[in-house]
């Protein structure tokens, strides 16, 4: 078993920075790929990036390549999600996710078992 926190939302304006964190419960972090999925309101749940349990893999969706860094610091057992640049298309609330999750699946929120309650992110323009 593994609970998740997740925190670090807000509102911003565009053009600025956020960085949320997920800290994760259990021992067994280390094992877990740990993804990091939005949703906006109307909108079907939609993959942000997810980083492996060593951190060698880091895997991005198009639309914030480039802007959002994700890093995993395993002594703490917390995952780390920097918004850069961050667009009104980008609000939405955050959540973090974790599971023991194959590459080619990385994207799909059903891979996932564990789940942080959310963060809502707000961009204004």
């Known amino acids: 078993q593994v609970q998740l926190v997740d925190s670090g939302g807000g509102l911003v304006q565009a053009g600025g920075s956020l960085r949320l964190s997920c800290a994760a419960s259990?021992?067994?972090?280390?094992?877990?790929?740990m993804g990091w999925f939005r949703q906006a309101p109307g909108k079907q749940r939609e993959f942000v990036v997810a980083?492996?349990?060593?951190?060698?893999?880091?895997y991005y969706s198009d639309s914030v390549k480039g802007r959002f860094t994700i890093s995993r610091d395993n002594a703490k057992n917390t995952v780390y999600l920097q918004m850069n640049n961050l667009k009104s298309e980008d609000t939405a609330v955050y959540s973090c996710?974790?599971?023991?999750?194959?590459?080619?699946?990385?994207?799909?929120?059903?891979?996932?078992?564990?789940w942080g309650q959310g963060t809502q992110v707000t961009v204004s323009s």
């Open positions: 996710a974790a599971g023991d999750v194959l590459a080619v699946l990385v994207t799909s929120p059903r891979q996932y078992p564990y």
């Open positions: 259990g021992r067994t972090f280390t094992k877990y790929t």
């Open positions: 980083i492996t349990g060593s951190g060698d893999r880091i």
